[in-house]
């Protein structure tokens, strides 16, 4: 009998082989993560001209250790790794944190075809915790949060009354 010479591959290491395939084209499916970037104007001293032709380019990328002030225009990038798709619809919610993040706001928007990037603002926000989170279909995509400061800063007084004045019920309002 002769023998085939041809050289077979073992059905272990075909399967491995397939497998390890399987994964990279999974891992590569998907929403890819990003960088959020941000910047601040003072809109209310610019005339309604400079608001509408203003045009930021200029973005420190950063996630940790963000504080704002009440009178700062919070405008936001988020730099995508690689290209999410065009078309891909994406939701960016801003929630303020009271007794847990609650939602305040929510934005439909689409990547910008030639920077991948998706832009927006926030004005006009209380002092306090907040959590922006871009969401695709149901999933959270990337999350940050930062913080919103009053100008003269914090003191044990205006810190007291604003958690006082935050509250809706009067035993946790007046337990403080």
């Avoid at 960088?35 to 996630?63: A, C, N, P, S, V």
């Avoid at 907040?130 to 400061?149: A, C, Q, S």
């Avoid at 009053?150 to 007291?160: H, V």
Wanted: hydrophobic share 35%; aromatic share 12%; net charge negative.
């Amino acid at each position: 009998m002769r023998q085939n010479s041809s050289p077979l591959i073992p059905f272990n290491f075909q399967f491995r082989y397939l497998f390890i395939l399987s994964m990279l084209v999974f891992i590569q499916c998907g929403v890819p993560k990003g960088e959020f970037g941000w910047t601040t104007t003072k809109m209310e001293e610019m005339d309604i001209l400079e608001q509408h032709i203003q045009t930021i380019t200029d973005y420190k990328m950063m996630r940790d250790d963000l504080i704002f002030s009440p009178s700062d225009t919070i405008h936001y990038v988020y730099q995508f790794s690689r290209n999410p798709g065009l078309e891909t619809d994406f939701h960016i919610s801003l929630n303020r944190y009271e007794l847990d993040y609650v939602e305040i706001d929510i934005k439909k928007k689409r990547v910008e075809p030639d920077t991948l990037a998706i832009r927006d603002e926030f004005s006009l926000l209380r002092t306090g915790e907040y959590l922006i989170k871009i969401v695709h279909e149901g999933d959270t995509v990337d999350e940050v949060k930062f913080r919103v400061l009053p100008e003269e800063g914090y003191t044990e007084e205006n810190l007291e009354q604003e958690l006082a004045g935050d509250q809706t019920d009067e035993i946790i309002k007046y337990s403080r």
